[in-house]
């Protein structure tokens, strides 16, 4: 079965420093996606990036970035010039190509300081 | 358009009573998906909804737990005889497809609160 490890519980990160949340995971399959979810206090899941296995490249979305390191099994998130809205629980999840079910992480709190 | 939504948006009941949790998917989006997310954890798949296909039952915890949905449109999330153990947040997602990099996207949830 899959699994989805992020080792940080919470992190903390001054306004307009960066910081990088990791995440881990265990897969045999070679076609997958992997995902990370920003939920702030609303509760409300948000898609913040994601990463097809398939391709080298790591994805980029403004100020939030991965590092894909496919061999180490590894997906780590980038925030650069952190904001005070950038605050909440990020998730990693991960998803099998022919699946459709989300794996996640127990996720890591993100703390934004003035 | 409106975004996924849930309701009721938070749920005391006491032990041993039925709760039924509505979900309203994007109008469109032929998959839809029942999470639950337990205090400091991440989200627990419970059951997935492919337009009129079976739903895939396999995350559901025990035989308490049942889901519907009507069509490509409303689905309830129904917990009968409710156990201090159900109390979590429970999300309900849809998406356009689900193979692929189709997003999903989320509700806010519901809070269920079982005393």
């Known amino acids: 079965a899959q699994t989805v490890t992020q080792s940080q519980p919470e992190m903390s990160v001054q306004e307009a420093e960066t910081v990088t949340l990791s995440c881990t995971y265990d897969?045999?399959?070679?076609?997958?996606?992997l995902f990370w979810y920003k939920q702030p206090p609303s509760r409300q899941m948000i898609l913040v990036i994601r990463q097809e296995a398939y391709k080298q490249q790591n994805a980029t979305e403004n100020r939030f970035s991965v590092n894909f390191q496919k061999a180490a099994k590894s997906f780590s998130l980038k925030i650069s010039d952190s904001q005070l809205g950038d605050a909440a629980m990020y998730f990693c999840?991960?998803?099998?190509?022919?699946?459709?079910?989300?794996?996640f992480g127990k996720g890591t709190l993100l703390t934004v300081n003035p | 358009g409106a975004g996924v939504s849930q309701s009721p948006s938070n749920k005391v009941t006491e032990k041993g009573k039925d709760v039924e949790l509505r979900c309203d998917p994007i109008?469109?989006?032929?998959?839809l998906y029942w999470y639950r997310q337990r205090l400091g954890q991440g989200l627990e798949f419970l059951i997935y909804f492919q337009g009129n296909s079976a739903p895939d039952k396999s995350g559901l915890p025990s035989d308490r737990f049942s889901a519907e949905r009507t069509g490509e449109s409303v689905s309830t999330l129904t917990i009968q005889r409710t156990q201090q153990e159900d109390s979590a947040v429970y999300l309900c997602?849809?998406?356009?497809?689900?193979?692929?990099?189709?997003?999903?996207?989320f509700g806010p949830g519901t809070r269920l609160t079982v005393t």
């Open positions: 999840a991960y998803r099998r190509g022919s699946n459709y079910k989300l794996t």
């Open positions: 897969t045999s399959e070679s076609d997958y996606y």
């Open positions: 997602a849809s998406s356009l497809e689900s193979r692929g990099s189709y997003e999903q996207y």
């Open positions: 109008s469109g989006h032929t998959a």
